[in-house]
């Protein structure tokens, strides 16, 4: 099948498929060929009703993203948009029924919302996720929805995006019906049944316009409304597009629906102006870049994981375990002696159940999940595994005779991954004799919840094992990005320079409050200090005690988390860091910090000056830019969005500002560059602007561009 939408017929039914790998998303030609197949199902008498359905795995899961940067950018659009296609369907004269498989997603569920009827399989999904990238519903999802599913559900789901399973969507009047069996031969087939059915009835079918009775309001919508903005305000802190989605679901329960229709196009459009819809778009584009390395093809032979051991069940074995496990991957968990073993499977055991009394997870699937550990304490079954994780203390001397000893107890085609934070992965992987199954899986705290995975190249690491460490990401729902090997590798690299500011702020004046409220008012999760004591000040402070050697002389290094580091100040594992933790982990400001600092301050003779917010920010963030434009001159991300994909994922750098690289390039580089060099003549050697940042910021040019013309030109040799 050539064309992007076919018809065929089935006795009285017609078949429309959407027939636009790989998501059948509505780009040009999409809806113009569906309203030319409506055209035909009209005309015809020989049609009592007709199947909208998507070829392949899925339904159709949305506009076709690509073209919004179309939009913004000034170009006019291909194609007649979405809406002729919705009035087309909606006054189509014989019902029509969308068959949903996969994913009715976005401009997809807003199609399916417009057809007469919805039939699904089980395993289906629908939502309204366009918040994710910046933008709300622009189809009519916002006006339909709550016509089928209710107010409060679709407020709901339009301000978190959130996706629906078949069977809610069903309870909730979205779905009319859910068909036996999966996939689309199945769903064909139900959907041809209810077609029928449906065929056979007299009058027209029934337009969603028209279903006014969930509008009406008993009473309830002023509470509705008030929760969803104090929900979305505290889950989706900053962003723009949720309250924008609540007040167009809103404007569904008190204008008309051709009114409604309209105000939505215009918090539509307002909200795909915005930079944090661009952003976004960026980001979710992103996510799928990262998973492309330029010299390692997508059809690279993958070596199967089916088993994996970790050694190590501390902090982060315990959190890699669990990762495996709900992967369903089994996992050989090895620790030094039997009482640190049963710490390690007691604390995994405690998160199953706290996820149980939570009501996440079925006690029986926690069961099953810790019969899927196989606890050891040398390296017996190690042959069995396809991968081993080494998650043991942070030192090159023990991870050498951990990786000697794994290189003989496991197979020669095994990979052997290291979960280092810091180490040279070519030194570990220069014990064994096989450096090429060598690489790093550098996974973040919590390992079972954190979604990012650095994975670290070492000058032998195959690309078989490149490829198979991307595609097991995936699988273990992290996402992967590939990193060079050099000291931090990308996300610890630049997080020393922004740590570092943070606590030369505190030094020079600022409070620790207004640090951390600077960067969370920025839009961080969580402010640099606070993240300290979340991770423990003591990790930083063992490994600058291993590098000072490295330290140039004579130049200003924090003192505050060493001092606070003396005094026994190690952050939330002591209850005490840069505040006070109470039994509940809440934080609150601690006097006996504010005389540590002003003692250290008085002994460093370290000059003391109010220092704004917008001052704090910048200095945390350009350090972060500066460091990462470093790193991409370097060669040690691939590309500007890879640093991007790191931070949103493993640092809580807020979404809506794309990264801090996409965030610099928005702000501009000249701007950005000026500030560092400011900086520099206040700081001094630390703030060097990365020559990468002053090269561009002289040309007026962004990181993206900058990226875009060097892959061109490695296309153009290659
Ligand atoms: N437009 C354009 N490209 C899309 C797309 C879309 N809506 N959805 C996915 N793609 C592309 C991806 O970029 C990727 O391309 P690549 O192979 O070149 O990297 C490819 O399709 C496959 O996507 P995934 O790797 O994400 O495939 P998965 O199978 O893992 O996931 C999915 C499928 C759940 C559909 C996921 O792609 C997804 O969530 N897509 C976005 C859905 C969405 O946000 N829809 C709303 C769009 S906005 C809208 O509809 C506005 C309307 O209200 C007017
Ligand atoms: P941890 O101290 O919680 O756990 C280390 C475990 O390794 C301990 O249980 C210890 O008994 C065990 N161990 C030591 N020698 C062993 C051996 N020879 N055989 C088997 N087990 C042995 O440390 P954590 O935090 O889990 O760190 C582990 C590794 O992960 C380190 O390399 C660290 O840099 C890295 N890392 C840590 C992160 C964190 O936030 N804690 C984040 C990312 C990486």
Avoid at 314 to 325: D, R
Wanted: hydrophobic share 40%; charged share 25%.
């Amino acid at each position: 099948m050539a064309e992007l939408v076919s018809l065929t017929r089935q006795g009285a039914v017609a078949v429309i498929t959407v027939n636009n790998p790989p998501v059948n998303a509505l780009s040009p030609g999409v809806p113009e060929g569906i309203v030319e197949c409506i055209e035909q199902v009209d005309a015809d008498p020989a049609v009592r009703a007709a199947v909208l359905i998507g070829f392949g795995q899925t339904f159709i899961a949305g506009a076709d993203i690509k073209e919004f940067g179309k939009i913004t950018s000034g170009r006019k659009p291909r194609g007649d948009g979405l809406h002729p296609l919705l009035t087309r369907l909606e006054n189509c004269s014989k019902p029509i029924v969308a068959a949903i498989h996969g994913t009715a997603f976005g401009g997809g569920l807003e199609v399916a919302m417009a057809c007469h009827y919805r039939v699904a399989v089980l395993s289906a999904q629908v939502g309204q996720p366009e918040v994710k990238l910046g933008i709300i519903p622009g189809a009519g999802g916002t006006q339909r929805l709550p016509r089928l599913a209710g107010v409060a559900k679709a407020v709901e789901m339009c301000a978190l995006g959130d996706p629906v399973r078949a069977s809610d969507a069903r309870d909730c009047g979205i779905v009319d019906a859910i068909v036996d069996g999966d996939g689309h031969d199945d769903l064909l087939r139900g959907a041809i049944e209810f077609s029928r059915q449906a065929g056979a009835k007299s009058g027209p079918p029934p337009k969603t316009r028209d279903r006014n009775e969930k509008l009406l309001d008993d009473g309830s919508h002023p509470a509705i409304f008030e929760r969803a903005r104090d929900m979305t305000a505290r889950k989706r802190r900053g962003f723009l597009a949720p309250q924008k989605a609540i007040d167009a679901v809103e404007a569904a329960t008190r204008l008309s629906f051709d009114d409604g229709l309209r105000r939505e196009a215009e918090l539509f459009r307002e909200c795909l102006f915005s930079e944090q819809s661009k952003a976004l778009i960026h980001a979710f584009f992103g996510e799928r870049t990262v998973r492309k390395i330029p010299d390692v093809p997508l059809d690279t032979p993958l070596l199967d994981i089916r088993t994996a051991a970790v050694v190590g069940a501390g902090t982060m074995g315990g959190g890699i375990t669990m990762a495996y496990l709900n992967a369903g991957i089994p996992v050989i968990l090895q620790e030094a002696s039997q009482p640190l073993l049963d710490r390690g499977l007691a604390a995994i055991r405690k998160n199953y159940e706290r996820s149980v009394e939570r009501g996440r997870l079925t006690r029986e699937s926690a069961e099953q999940k810790m019969s899927m550990i196989r606890p050891a304490l040398g390296y017996d079954g190690f042959n069995e595994a396809d991968i081993v994780i080494e998650a043991v203390f942070e030192s090159m001397e023990l991870k050498k005779k951990v990786f000697a000893e794994l290189d003989k107890a496991a197979r020669p085609d095994a990979i052997l991954a290291s979960n280092t934070s810091t180490l040279d992965i070519d030194e570990i992987a220069s014990m064994t004799r096989r450096p090429r199954q060598v690489v790093g899986h550098h996974f973040f705290s919590p390992a079972n919840v954190m979604r990012l995975l650095e994975i670290v190249r070492g000058q032998q690491t195959s690309k078989t094992v490149l490829a198979t460490s991307m595609a097991l990401a995936r699988r273990l729902r992290k996402v992967g990005v590939l990193v060079g090997n050099c000291r931090g590798f990308v996300g610890n690299r630049m997080f020393g320079p922004y740590r570092r500011e943070a606590q030369f702020l505190v030094e020079e004046g600022a409070s620790v409050r207004e640090v951390d409220e600077a960067l969370e008012d920025f839009g961080m999760a969580m402010g640099p200090l606070a993240t300290g004591d979340l991770a423990g000040l003591d990790v930083g402070w063992r490994i600058r005690k291993e590098y000072r050697h490295l330290e140039p002389e004579g130049v200003r290094q924090p003192l505050l988390e060493d001092r606070l580091c003396e005094l026994g100040r190690y952050g939330q594992k002591t209850q005490a860091g840069w505040y006070r933790y109470a039994e509940d982990r809440s934080r609150r400001e601690d006097p006996e910090v504010e005389h540590i600092v002003e003692q250290v301050v008085e002994r460093a003779k370290i000059p003391q000056r109010k220092i704004s917010r917008d001052e704090i920010a910048d200095r945390c963030i350009y350090a972060l830019v500066n460091e990462g434009a470093r790193i991409l001159e370097e060669g040690y991300a691939l590309r500007p969005v890879d640093i991007d994909i790191i931070y949103l994922n493993g640092y809580g750098f807020p979404a809506y500002r794309g990264g801090p690289m996409w965030h610099a390039d928005t702000v501009g580089l000249r701007k950005v560059c000026e500030r560092i060099r400011e900086f520099e003549k206040q700081h001094g050697h630390w703030w060097k602007p990365a020559p990468l940042l002053e090269q561009l910021a002289a040309e007026g040019k962004t990181l993206a561009e900058w990226d875009q013309a060097r892959s061109a030109k490695q296309s153009a040799q290659a």
